[in-house]
């Protein structure tokens, strides 16, 4: 089964509270009470979403994280990438590793289709759709929104 890596998973959960926070910053310690994330493995992951230009960070008294763009703006799939790699489920559709046997594998189309169909949904979730979500109802919504659009 495709499973994301805990470090993915807190990556989300991160990019939320600083979303919640939008235009202002939030702090490391104010992420990692909120979200239970060990302070040392969050700044790890954070330093990673800065790298990327995502957040920008601040020092200092009144210092935090911040997004660079409206949450409406910020994909799952672009907090996701710079963490997990390509999203790839099998290493024959990654680029970077390929297949020699790729036109004979009868898998290989689904194994593509379930890749792209992955990517399509990641990118489809911005952060904003994550800060209204307040109920089962709206996350049974957004499920049932962002899987129309791919196919």
Known sequence: MFKLSTK??????????????YPN??????????????????????NRLRQSRL????????????????????????????????????SCIDPGEGCEDVEECVAYPIWKK???????LLRQVKLGDLLRVETEKDKKKL?????AGCC
């Open 114 to 120: 379930i890749g792209q169909y992955i990517e399509c």
């Open 25 to 46: 910053g939030v702090t490391l310690e104010e992420i990692s009470a909120s979200q239970n994330i060990s302070r040392v493995y969050l700044a790890q992951i954070l």
């Open 55 to 90: 957040i920008k960070s601040s020092r200092g008294p009144g210092g935090g994280y911040v997004l660079r763009k409206h949450p409406d703006e910020v994909s799952l799939y672009e907090i996701l990438e710079p963490l997990e790699g390509p999203g790839c489920i099998a």
């Open 143 to 147: 499920v049932e929104t962002i899987t």
């Open 8 to 21: 993915g998973r807190y990556a989300v959960r991160a990019m939320y509270e600083i979303a919640k926070a």
